[in-house]
């Protein structure tokens, strides 16, 4: 009989997610359910959406950021009604909640859907609903994000920031933070200056992606002009010593995810996402999933593939979980209960792992 593994000792530490985009939870199975209740029409011209399995095995061959982001602006023209994002959120927390995330905090792409006709209200009833049960049902704690598309001209997402219904959700607490994601070059972080002054000014938390394709130049202008707390990827840091030294200083967090950069192709393989320079730098980081209906992985999965690469000890294990809830938004209370979980946790497990 086996005795237990290193992926029960991951599944049991209490996990916080920071970087997962409620759009990327959608399957191609659940895409060609929906696409058909709503009367969607897929791409005709393009044989990958001949089937689910046909759309499933296109998404091992992305080539690059954009290539997926092609995918993934398509997939959720299936979503219509407020049932349709609660169903697909409730997916999503299901999944992370068998792999132990106990905190998590997810994304959105309203413009991808306004710009669609879809009314932010639907979009935000749906997903609000799923956090609300996730937080019940699960004991999941959410924090919601509304991320801002950077390949748009710079004055439509301030515009839609402006929205009565995006001021009525960050004013109620409802959104607590926003993001920058899309196509990340071109489109530096200095061009959203003032969004991001505009979201300081109402006391949101503050993230973007950055260093994921880009360059690490992109990491530090996020941090200089927009005044990000962390970082989405951020990658690309270990290319700039001198900012790898602040960013260790100032205990600034990246989001890694480290499946999508591999079948992104931002690295060759897992063992070439910089956990051990990040390690050894004293750099803070979680580790996430992104998209894990498009990057073949949840959480749990992303966990196993860097222990699988990098076999970092169940210390290193522990750190990397405490710089997780450490930087995570949620409140002091919660911290210091996640923290506690994971005493015990690591103490329980300390013994079975290592005799
Ligand atoms: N990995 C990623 N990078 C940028 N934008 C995204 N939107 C969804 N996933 C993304
Ligand atoms: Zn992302």
Known sequence: ?????????????????????????LTPHVLFVLAEKNNVTLPQDDEAFKSPEALLERYQRFTSLDDFLHYYYIGMSALVAAADFEALAWDYFQHASSDGVAHAEVFFDPQ???????????????FDTACKRAEK?????????SC????LPPKDCLELFEDEDLQESYKSGVVRAIGLDSSEKPFPPENFTELYTKAKALGLNLTAHAGEEGPASYISSALHNLGVTRIDHGIKLVDDQQLLEKIAAEKTMLTVCPLSNVVLRCVNTIKDVPIRKLLDAGVQFSINSDDPAY??????DNYVAVHDAFKLSVQEWEGVVRAGIKGSWCDDDRKAELLQRLQHVVEEWKGKLEN
């Open 112 to 126: 991808a859907h306004t710009s669609r006709g879809i009314k932010y209200t639907t979009v935000l009833e749906g």
């Open 295 to 300: 990057f073949g992985g949840y959480i749990l």
């Open 137 to 145: 049902e699960l004991g999941i704690t959410t924090i919601l994000t």
């Open 148 to 151: 801002f598309l950077r390949h």
């Open 1 to 25: 009989m086996s005795g237990p593994s290193f992926r029960d000792f991951l599944r049991c530490l209490p996990k916080c997610e920071h970087h997962m985009h409620l759009e990327g939870a």
